[in-house]
């Protein structure tokens, strides 16, 4: 009989199947019950530790989750590829002998829609369309003529067409 040292988040495989097929379950608690998870429908149950032992058949060790890891990775160097463009940036716009600071409204309207393209953050991406909206004046803004009083003339019933042609029927 093998000794198996018993972790959370091993596979072991056990002697027989579950009703879905899988003889695989994931270890989520070890002590003198264990709590298993069918790698193959999710169910899960609680056994006795002298039957796991028992029943055991295999056991894999858990492995650490590379794709953790790659999401971080990839998190940092695309937020370290955003500094190192963003110095570019500053510093094409320094030898030009332009302040950056003093962009005109179309090149900084220019770079504000790059920034909401590639933006993940939804609360990030609210706020930059905002921005956008404001500096398009997407929000309508009163013209003068929408602020100028328009007088109108009184109707006057008998210089109205239908008033004029109601009465013309009514004399014949």
């Given at each position: 009989m093998n000794e198996y040292h018993y972790e959370v988040g091993d596979i072991v495989k056990l002697?027989?199947?579950?009703?879905?097929?899988?003889?695989?379950?994931?270890?989520?608690?070890?002590?003198?019950?264990?709590?298993?998870?069918?790698?193959?429908?999710?169910?899960?149950?609680?056994?006795?530790?002298?039957?796991?032992?028992?029943?055991?058949?295999?056991?894999?060790?858990?492995?650490?989750?590379?794709?953790d890891r790659n999401i971080i990775v990839k998190a940092y160097l695309e937020a370290r590829r955003n500094q190192v463009e963003a110095k570019r940036e500053k510093e094409r716009f320094e030898e030009e002998g332009v302040d950056y600071t003093q962009i005109d409204k179309t090149e900084l309207l220019q770079q504000l829609v790059l920034l909401f393209r590639s933006e993940k953050d939804t609360k990030i991406k609210a706020d930059l369309g905002m921005k956008i909206a404001d500096l398009?004046?997407?929000?309508?803004?009163?013209?003068?003529?929408?602020?100028?009083?328009?007088?109108?003339?009184?109707l006057q019933c008998s210089r109205c067409k239908l008033y004029l042609q109601a009465k013309m029927s009514d004399n014949q």
């Open positions: 002697k027989k199947q579950h009703p879905c097929g899988s003889s695989e379950w994931e270890i989520l608690r070890v002590g003198a019950d264990f709590r298993l998870k069918c790698m193959g429908c999710g169910h899960q149950i609680m056994i006795a530790r002298r039957l796991v032992e028992k029943n055991t058949r295999d056991l894999r060790k858990k492995v650490e989750k590379q794709f398009q004046q997407m929000k309508k803004e009163q013209t003068e003529q929408e602020e100028q009083i328009k007088y109108y003339l009184p």
